[in-house]
């Protein structure tokens, strides 16, 4: 198996997703198809789960040669040093020998002479992981926002509590969180101020959510301009970053707090 980054942009966001991804598990497995790139994990409280997809496409090289799916578990901290250690101008190329399973082989090449190549042997580890199947969902009501603008409102929102509740009607969609020492934040959203915004005629929803898990869940609003709220009536919250291309998401599933849990 082989790959390579070549844009810069594509290859800073792919450091960044292993660099957040150890706010919700140290150890992950990477499973590399013919078409595409898959990771899919839960978290140590196990409330949410994510979801990674990149398309074959999205790579500037991608070649399987493999017969089957290529498995492969990951220390995601380790990987994400690896990563970061890779200059604007260098080029990434990831490797995998079937007979040589227990290494992954990441280089960071550049025509400037001026900047030296780097290689690396990634150790890899057998992660014993089931596949969970989520069901498609028909959501009450979306919406979608600029993911730094809601990612700064979660931030600010998290210094006055634990939990965000969010209440969505066809006129607005307004989020607060509450603390008997440091008071009450609560912020309006016109749906006027939306990029995009549905909801079932004459719907109302009510929720509450964990901030906490919000906010790490926002980490990650560099790798996208634009975020994607689903919400339906005690369901998860799916929150989707798109990564550039059709079918190249990275997606979130956040289960709501019950209410006497508040």
């Known amino acids: 198996m082989n790959i390579v980054i070549k844009n810069q942009q594509k290859a800073e966001c792919f450091a960044t997703i292993f660099q957040h991804i150890r706010l919700f598990t140290e150890h992950i497995n990477i499973t590399f198809e013919k078409e595409r790139l898959y990771i899919q994990s839960m978290d140590t409280a196990r409330v949410s789960i994510f979801e990674l997809y990149l398309t074959n496409t999205w790579f500037?090289?991608?070649?399987?040669?493999?017969?089957?799916?290529?498995?492969?578990?990951?220390?995601?901290?380790?990987?994400?040093?690896?990563?970061?250690?890779?200059?604007?101008?260098?080029?990434?190329?990831?490797?995998?020998?079937?007979?040589?399973?227990?290494?992954l082989y990441i280089n960071f090449t550049s025509e400037n002479k001026a900047i030296f190549d780097k290689n690396f042997e990634f150790p890899l580890m057998d992660l014993e992981h089931d596949i969970m199947g989520i069901p498609d969902t028909d959501y009450n009501a979306e919406f979608s926002l600029c993911s730094i603008n809601f990612a700064n409102l979660i931030n600010q929102l998290k210094l006055f509590g634990d939990t965000l509740d969010i209440h969505c009607s066809e006129e607005k969609i307004l989020l607060?969180?509450?603390?008997?020492?440091?008071?009450?934040?609560?912020?309006?959203?016109?749906?006027?101020?939306?990029?995009?915004?549905?909801?079932?005629?004459?719907?109302?929803?009510?929720?509450?959510?964990?901030?906490?898990?919000?906010?790490?869940?926002?980490?990650?609003?560099?790798?996208?301009?634009?975020?994607?709220?689903?919400?339906?009536?005690?369901?998860?919250?799916?929150?989707?970053?798109?990564?550039?291309?059709?079918?190249?998401?990275?997606?979130?599933?956040?289960?709501p707090k019950i209410k006497d849990d508040e």
């Open 60 to 103: 500037d090289v991608y070649e399987h040669t493999n017969a089957s799916a290529i498995t492969i578990g990951v220390n995601s901290t380790l990987l994400f040093k690896i990563l970061n250690t890779r200059e604007k101008t260098q080029e990434t190329n990831i490797k995998f020998d079937s007979e040589n399973s227990d290494k």
């Open 176 to 255: 607060n969180s509450t603390t008997q020492d440091s008071g009450k934040m609560m912020v309006q959203i016109d749906i006027n101020d939306l990029n995009e915004f549905s909801i079932n005629e004459g719907e109302t929803i009510e929720l509450s959510f964990s901030i906490s898990m919000l906010h790490n869940i926002c980490m990650y609003s560099k790798i996208s301009k634009n975020i994607n709220i689903h919400i339906k009536d005690n369901f998860p919250m799916k929150i989707t970053y798109n990564l550039g291309e059709e079918n190249a998401n990275m997606v979130f599933y956040l289960a």
